[in-house]
Nanobody, 130 residues
Framework: QIQLVESGGGLVQAGDSLRVSCVDS????????MGWFRQAPGKEREFVAA????????NYGDSVKGRFTISRGDGKNTIYRQMTNLKTEHTGLYYC???????????????????????WGQGTQVTVSS
């Protein structure tokens, strides 16, 4: 059973960097793509980044391209999101989730919706102050 737990969020200043993690405590990471979504207060969840099950393919939302990097750990049960040069608009609750579809994150036009992902974690808050 997929059980995702995010960690590493916090309060930072604009321009700072931060790395957050998502661990699959069910240890099934190797068989599906993973994605990060952000939810700001009063807004819907927005696609941030995704990584294929192999780790070879990654995709990013337009608002984070060039600033965020998604990666997998060697054991594939952990994914990371390195954020650099943070802005106040990056503030939000960040969730990771699983995309169980076979073709997930295999092509450059992969942009999942929240409804297409499963097994959401509880989220980790990132707050960027000006």
């Amino acid at each position: 059973q997929i059980q995702l737990v995010e960690s590493g969020g916090g309060l930072v200043q604009a321009g700072d960097s931060l790395r957050v993690s998502c661990v699959d405590s069910g240890r099934t990471f190797g068989s599906f793509a993973m994605g990060w979504f952000r939810q700001a207060p009063g807004k819907e969840r927005e696609f941030v980044a995704a990584i294929s099950w192999s780790g070879a393919n990654t995709n990013y939302g337009d608002s984070v391209k060039g600033r965020f990097t998604i990666s997998r750990g060697d054991g594939k049960n952990t994914i990371y999101r390195q954020m650099t040069n943070l802005k106040t608009e990056h503030t939000g609750l960040y969730y990771c989730a699983a995309d169980l579809r076979a073709a997930a994150c295999k092509y450059s036009d992969y942009v999942p919706t929240a409804g297409q992902l499963h097994s959401w974690g509880q989220g980790t808050q990132v707050t960027v102050s000006s």
